[in-house]
């Protein structure tokens, strides 16, 4: 009860906080609610229409990292995740994560949603830390890019160097920077500082094949792609509010309202995310009040279009459990023999 108590009391004092960034943030820049939702309920049709499509493409792409993760931590020896039941929990993972971090909130949906597999706390808490790791990793090099750019005063074609041979540099080191972890869990295995129920789990995670390249680089791949499409998802709220953002100036502030987000103190990065990218647009060169339009118009848009695919991806979860549970019962009755 003092658990569940402590809990509410956290996530309430999160959304406050979370709550009031967004009102400082009006308030610095002199923006109205008003002002934002007429942008908002404005949005260009096709463009809205897009930012479904765009955000079930990027959680595909998370679940089929999550699957070949899956593949490796488990070794086959439980049943394989379906394609169609991993997109529907990342979706429902998404969607929950605006009100708890995303990191919490999927592997809730997931470990949640494997349960009937086996191995739920692994494959669902374990490996979706593992294989988000390489989003985080991915958007600490992105950003890394847009500080050089922003320092030197650069402009498309500088970000876009920088972009690139910061994205060859992570596919390349990688598979390096995994044997510096997996040292790391050979010696947090048998240490004395680590809590010894932790010691089989990690000897089996250091022993499973997770830190390889063959897998590394693959989800590095995979994560950058999975950049591009947040990058067209923001590209898509520009033109639908009709705030004229370059791309590129889009993509080098992507990366801040992502490590935003990934800090966890407020629900969904609430407040964070719409102060990090409005304070790059504004030292990029466009106004405050632009900057914090665009921001919260972003918020008010891309929610409601996870929720439209969070609802269709739990539609998918519901009607997967019901076909496994049709095609059980038929297994165990067997063929049914008419006679004559």
């Known amino acids: 009860m003092r658990m569940n108590l402590r809990s509410v009391i956290m ?36 463009a809205f229409v897009r930012l479904p499509l765009l955000f079930a493409l990027n959680s595909f792409l998370s679940a089929e990292k999550w699957r070949m993760t899956d593949r490796v931590i488990t070794h086959g020896e439980v049943n ?21 971090p995303i990191q919490v909130s999927m592997s809730i949906a997931r470990t949640l949603g494997t349960l009937v597999y086996g191995r739920a706390l692994r494959r669902g808490t374990v490996a979706t830390l593992f294989e988000q790791g390489f989003d985080f990793l991915v958007a600490v090099l992105m950003m890394a890019a847009s500080v050089c750019t922003l320092l030197l005063h650069g402009g498309w074609a ?15 080191s990688v598979g390096s920077l995994m044997k510096v972890v997996n040292r790391l869990a050979t010696r947090a295995a048998t240490s004395k500082m680590c809590p010894a129920r932790w010691h089989p789990t990690l000897t089996e995670l250091q022993q499973s094949g997770l830190f390889q390249a063959s897998l590394s680089r693959p989800l590095t791949l995979i994560s950058f792609a999975r950049f591009v499409v947040l990058v067209l998802i923001a590209s898509q709220v520009s033109s ?48 405050l009040a632009l900057s914090t339009q665009w921001a919260m118009a972003n918020r008010l848009l891309a929610t409601a279009a996870i929720f439209i695919v969070g609802g269709v991806g739990a539609m998918l979860v519901v009607a997967g459990r019901v076909f496994e549970r049709l095609r059980t019962r038929r297994a165990l009755n067997g063929p049914v023999v008419r006679s004559r």
Request: with cysteine.
């Open 240 to 287: 639908g509010v009709h705030i004229a953002i370059p791309l590129w100036r889009l993509g080098a502030a992507v990366p801040f309202g992502l490590l935003a987000a990934v800090v966890g103190i407020t629900p969904g990065g609430l407040g964070l995310s719409e102060a990090a990218y409005a304070t790059f647009f504004k030292l990029s060169g466009l106004s």
């Open 80 to 100: 394989p995740l379906p394609r169609s039941t991993a997109f529907g929990l990342t979706t429902v993972g998404v969607a929950l994560g605006q009100f708890l």
């Open 11 to 46: 996530i309430s004092l999160s959304l406050v906080a979370g709550v009031g960034l967004i009102v400082l943030l009006l308030l610095a820049s002199s923006v109205r609610w008003q002002d934002i939702l007429s942008r908002s309920l404005a949005v260009d049709r096709v």
């Open 158 to 172: 500088l970000w876009l160097a920088f972009a690139v041979a910061c994205a060859l540099l992570g596919v390349i």
